[in-house]
T-cell receptor, first 112, second 113 residues
Framework: DGGITQSPKYLFRKEGQNVTLSCEQN?????MYWYRQDPGQGLRLIYY???????QKGDIAEGYSVSREKKESFPLTVTSAQKNPTAFYLC???????????FGPGTRLLVL | AQSVTQPDIHITVSEGASLELRCNYS??????LFWYVQSPGQGLQLLLK??????LVQGIKGFEAEFKRSQSSFNLRKPSVHWSDAAEYFC???????????FGKGTHLIIQP
């Protein structure tokens, strides 16, 4: 089945630790996105990438980093510089010329 | 800067009653407009979208939305809600469909029996 896979479903981070969230898609989509969701805040764009080896900052990129070495993969690293990382993280993808962003099931990050 | 306002944080509707969820946007030109639905702990599912043309758009699950340029609104409607419609609803706007989207804060829909 085609779709977007995010892993793990739940992730725990210790203070001062970097963690990486995985996002993989087998839809052959060109563009991929990371959003952060907090209760009552809706979704906010962290980073997006429209082609391999290129990405742009979104509205809240501080404390996060990404890479896009393969078309199907767009991992997000939450660094120790992100002081409030507890949130639900959603990955999305989009096909060039298409009309819709498709979302993965999300990863919930919790700080210990 | 673009923005989206969903004025209602929570809405409670009786099963079988009609529904309207409000969405207002701020944008320099005609944007791409979307409504997504999210069940608890899940990703987002697209309900419908507007890019151009007919200002009344039909979506999945019996939902429709109307784009009103003069009011900068894109309200979501359903004539008769079902208990399974209980969820969080998000309105979103983008310059192009490939851009990162700007989302509203969401409206939590509660269905009363």
């Amino acid at each position: 089945d085609g779709g977007i896979t995010q892993s793990p479903k739940y992730l725990f981070r210790k203070e001062g630790q970097n963690v990486t969230l995985s996002c993989e898609q087998n839809l052959n989509h060109d563009a991929m996105y990371w959003y952060r969701q907090d209760p009552g805040q809706g979704l906010r764009l962290i980073y997006y990438s429209q082609i391999v080896n290129d990405f742009q900052k979104g509205d809240i990129a501080e404390g996060y980093s990404v890479s896009r070495e393969k078309k199907e993969s767009f991992p997000l690293t939450v660094t120790s510089a992100q002081k409030n990382p507890t949130a639900f993280y959603l990955c999305a993808s989009h096909q060039q010329g298409g009309e819709t962003q498709y979302f993965g099931p999300g990863t919930r990050l919790l700080v210990l | 800067a673009q923005s989206v306002t969903q004025p209602d944080i929570h809405i409670t509707v009786s099963e079988g009653a009609s529904l309207e969820l409000r969405c207002n946007y701020s944008y320099g030109a005609t944007p791409y407009l979307f409504w997504y639905v999210q069940s608890p702990g899940q990703g987002l599912q697209l309900l419908l979208k507007y890019f151009s043309g007919d200002t009344l758009v039909q979506g999945i699950k019996g939902f429709e939305a109307e784009f009103k340029r003069s009011q900068s609104s894109f309200n979501l409607r359903k004539p008769s809600v079902h208990w399974s419609d209980a969820a969080e609803y998000f309105c979103a706007v983008g310059r192009y469909s490939a851009d990162g989207l700007t989302f509203g804060k969401g409206t939590h829909l509660i269905i009363q029996p």
